[in-house]
């Protein structure tokens, strides 16, 4: 590793706790870093949002980042906030703000204090907020969700449209776009409409190999089979998505009759119900939200265990982004979408009231849903063919997490039918879609097929030994395994290509899955997905959530905002009884140890203690000279009653950063004697009010304190009568 490399893996293990970086995000960071446009490519749960945000953090100036869901953008800046002692760290720049709110926000970024500022596009339309940006140093503007640019995205917002001359009117800024969107079709409309055709691009696999696939048929005792799966995962989170808001109102009152903890949430219930149900299933206060597919909810909730579908999705993208929100921590994922033909039927029937062009999309989507629940394939392997990108079944990384992989259909030998099937694309010459090509196949006139006079070519009917289904199913496993491709300009068309054509004149053996029978079958048993936690102790797994929703609950933070799952499953894994042993936990930085650690390694303690634990050895902490050097020159030299102006200078530190030093001490235990100097900074009175509020506060944070006093004391004399506080009550 070379110098830059060791400052960035430094600054992820400083900021996140994490000792390396997921797939991509090295690079991308690097680009970034380097200020050219960057264009990224990668699934919900790849680890996106990092991408930008450490380069943020460690840059000069402020990064933009704009963003459609309000309440998303919440979610981010709590969390960017709990890295940080400064809440400042982090802002949103949107509707719902007061005067003073973006007056704190603008004074924040003047002073170089804040690292990224979240804005909704239509924000950065205000030219009073443009002409702020334009008078302070902007690192870069990362877009967000930017398939919201393309007509062709499932998710298109006009007001994207305009983001590229807004930028520009920032001076030269590089941008970074990131979707999780990756048709090629989408893919180039961004590039052209931000006009960044020379960006570096980043495209992540959009392979999720924890997430286990699953499609059952959709039988009238729908609600009993979705009552008994959630019973089996009890205590986890999941989400069902329904198509209707009735359907979604309905279910969630079966669920909670059956003592399921669960809340709707669809866009008919007004915003506070729904920012209420929200924040419930983030506190974890309820564990299933039932919610419509229209409805995109803006949660980042890494420990979501399952994702139903009760009603087929319209696409693809939309099965795979909501899909996609299950198990973002690595954590077990289970997908399970009910199908039936009589709901894909309706979905049709309510896309004819729309334009000819919608229509056409709308259909060609719809149908690309239907062969993925219809395949007996690898469904993992069909989805990534649809993203443009090769999964190998037998090798790749969670091919066996699929219900048609465990449970493999019958196969049967299929070589000269796929001979026959690629010798009708080619001399029909590539104008039919999926259906003509069927059709032609087994003998059946259509007005498509007599418009062509197709029916009175020689080979028309050549396949009507076998019926409509079989050829339907042969023909999805054909084009995945790339002999045919679809037209992407020309809505699904299909053509034959040269590997196609090099099979005609040399054809191999081809064993094809018959296709899945939906008819209403019965309940199949239930295959879980493998659990991804090692040999972690669930019991103090079990300990550890409760105590951690407590201290959340104390805090008023969502509990992933003070450890998520896998630092808890580690905990488990390696029983820290120290918080200094913490520091060694997956997802633990230093600043999360101090500020939260204590009563995790207490119970750990006691749990070890109890049950005659042997701790693994790989626990001795390696700590680093230099810290441990300066905290002790720090306790001595405060025993000596030393100006602390003279302590910072001595270890070429700013004041802010010496305070930092002295929390960390008080904080991991150590008591600080400064009464010394706050003497001289405050009379007994003043300090006996600071000394009460924080006696009767729910939390120890400083900007409760600023907003509680309203100015009376700056932000240095609260935080270092917040370490007097915590030497004399706490340690």
Same mark, same amino acid.
């Given at each position: 590793m070379n110098s830059n490399e060791i400052e960035i893996h430094k600054e992820l293990k400083k900021y996140f706790g994490f000792s390396q970086f997921k797939g991509l995000q090295e690079q991308v960071i690097t680009s970034i870093l380097g200020k050219t446009n960057t264009f990224v490519i990668m699934p919900t749960g790849g680890g996106k949002s990092l991408c930008y945000q450490l380069p943020a953090l460690i840059q000069e100036g402020t990064a933009i980042v704009v963003s459609p869901l309000i309440a998303l953008m919440k979610n981010q800046v709590d969390a960017i906030r709990s890295l940080s002692s400064e809440n400042g760290i982090a802002h949103v720049l949107n509707s719902s703000l007061t005067k003073t709110e973006i007056a704190q926000v603008k004074k924040d970024i003047t002073s170089g204090l804040t690292k990224l500022l979240y804005v909704a596009p239509e924000s950065l339309t205000k030219e009073e907020y443009v002409a702020f940006l334009q008078s302070v140093p902007i690192s870069f503007v990362a877009i967000d969700e930017a398939h919201c640019i393309s007509e062709w995205g499932h998710d298109f917002r006009p007001e994207y449209r305009n983001l590229r001359n807004i930028i520009k009117q920032l001076g030269k800024v590089p941008i970074i776009g990131l979707t999780a969107t990756a048709t090629p079709k989408v893919q180039e409309d961004i590039l052209k409409n931000l006009d960044m055709s020379d960006a570096n691009t980043f495209k992540a696999s959009f392979n999720r190999p924890n997430l286990y696939y699953e499609v059952r048929t959709k039988t009238k005792n729908i609600e009993s089979d979705i009552i008994r799966f959630i019973k089996q995962h009890k205590g986890k989170s999941g989400i069902i998505y329904c198509l209707s808001r009735k359907k979604v109102e309905?279910?969630?009152?079966?669920?909670?009759?059956?003592?399921?903890?669960?809340?709707?949430?669809?866009?008919?219930?007004d915003a506070k119900t729904r920012a209420k149900h929200?924040?419930?299933?983030?506190?974890?206060?309820?564990?299933?939200?039932?919610?419509?597919?229209?409805?995109?909810?803006?949660?980042?909730?890494?420990?979501?265990?399952?994702?139903?579908?009760?009603?087929?999705?319209?696409?693809?993208?939309?099965?795979?982004?909501?899909?996609?929100?299950?198990?973002?921590?690595?954590?077990?994922?289970?997908?399970?979408?009910? #199908?039936?033909?009589?709901?894909?039927?309706?979905?049709?029937?309510?896309?004819?009231?729309? =334009?000819?062009?919608?229509?056409?999309?709308?259909?060609?989507?719809?149908?690309?849903?239907?062969?993925?629940?219809?395949?007996?394939?690898?469904?993992?392997?069909?989805?990534?063919?649809?993203?443009?990108?090769?999964?190998?079944?037998?090798?790749?990384?969670?091919?066996?997490?699929?219900d048609n992989v465990r449970n493999p259909k019958n196969k049967i030998e299929a070589q000269d039918q796929v001979v026959k099937l690629l010798e009708i694309v080619r001399d029909t010459k590539h104008i039919y879609k999926s259906k003509e090509i069927v059709f032609t196949l087994i003998g059946r006139i259509n007005a498509v097929i007599k418009a062509h006079k197709t029916d009175t070519q020689s080979f028309f009917g050549t396949g009507s030994d076998h019926d409509e289904k079989y050829w339907m199913a042969l023909l999805r496993q054909v084009l995945v395994t790339g002999y045919l491709s679809k037209d992407i300009e020309t809505y699904g068309v299909i053509k034959i290509t040269q590997e196609g054509l090099d099979y005609i004149k040399n054809p191999v053996s081809f064993m094809m899955s018959?296709?899945?029978? #939906?008819?209403?079958?019965?309940?199949?048993?239930?295959?879980?997905?493998?659990?991804?936690?090692?040999?972690?102790?669930?019991?103090?797994?079990?300990?550890?959530?409760?105590?951690?929703?407590?201290?959340?609950?104390?805090?008023?933070?969502? =509990?992933?905002?003070?450890?998520?799952?896998?630092?808890?499953?580690?905990?488990?894994?390696?029983?820290?009884?120290?918080?200094?042993?913490? #520091?060694?936990i997956h997802g633990v930085g230093e600043g999360k140890a101090k500020k939260y650690g204590t009563d995790f390694v207490a119970l750990i303690s006691r749990y070890v203690e109890d049950n005659d634990i042997i701790r693994p050895d790989d626990l001795v902490v390696k700590s680093t000279g230099v810290n441990s050097a300066n905290k002790l020159y720090i306790i001595q030299n405060i025993d000596?009653?030393?100006?602390?102006?003279?302590?910072?200078?001595?270890?070429?530190?700013?004041?802010?950063?010496?305070?930092?030093?002295?929390?960390?001490?008080?904080?991991?235990?150590?008591?600080?004697?400064?009464?010394?100097?706050?003497?001289?900074?405050?009379?007994?009175?003043?300090?006996?009010?600071?000394?009460?509020?924080?006696?009767?506060?729910?939390?120890?944070?400083?900007?409760?304190?600023?907003?509680?006093?309203?100015?009376? #004391?700056?932000?240095?004399?609260?935080?270092?009568?917040?370490?007097?506080?915590?030497?004399?009550?706490?340690?």
């Open positions: 309905s279910i969630a009152e079966v669920l909670q009759v059956n003592g399921i903890s669960a809340v709707p949430y669809h866009a008919g219930l929200q924040d419930m299933f983030l506190m974890e206060d309820v564990d299933v939200v039932v919610a419509t597919i229209a409805f995109g909810m803006g949660i980042d909730k890494p420990d979501v265990r399952f994702v139903i579908h009760h009603d087929i999705p319209k696409s693809l993208e939309s099965y795979y982004q909501e899909t996609g929100r299950a198990g973002r921590d690595g954590g077990e994922g289970h997908c399970l979408a009910y #199908y039936s033909y009589k709901d894909v039927e309706k979905l049709e029937k309510f896309m004819s009231g729309k =334009p000819v062009a919608e229509q056409e999309i709308g259909f060609a989507l719809l149908q690309e849903v239907v062969a993925y629940a219809e395949t007996s394939m690898s469904r993992r392997k069909f989805l990534l063919h649809y993203f443009g990108e090769e999964f190998d079944s037998e090798t790749g990384e969670g091919a066996d997490m699929d018959e296709d899945h029978e #939906y008819s209403e079958a019965d309940d199949e048993a239930i295959v879980t997905a493998s659990k991804s936690s090692g040999t972690a102790d669930e019991v103090l797994t079990g300990m550890l959530r409760e105590l951690r929703k407590k201290v959340a609950k104390k805090l008023g933070v969502p =509990p992933f905002v003070v450890f998520q799952d896998p630092s808890l499953e580690d905990m488990a894994l390696k029983y820290p009884i120290s918080i200094t042993e913490l #520091y060694n000596r009653k030393l100006s602390l102006n003279d302590i910072a200078s001595a270890k070429g530190l700013t004041m802010d950063a010496l305070i930092k030093e002295m929390e960390q001490i008080v904080y991991s235990g150590t008591k600080l004697n400064i009464k010394y100097w706050i003497d001289d900074m405050l009379d007994d009175d003043q300090q006996e009010e600071i000394h009460d509020y924080f006696m009767e506060s729910e939390s120890d944070k400083i900007e409760d304190a600023l907003k509680e006093f309203d100015g009376d #004391y700056d932000i240095d004399e609260l935080r270092l009568m917040r370490i007097k506080f915590i030497s004399e009550v706490a340690n």
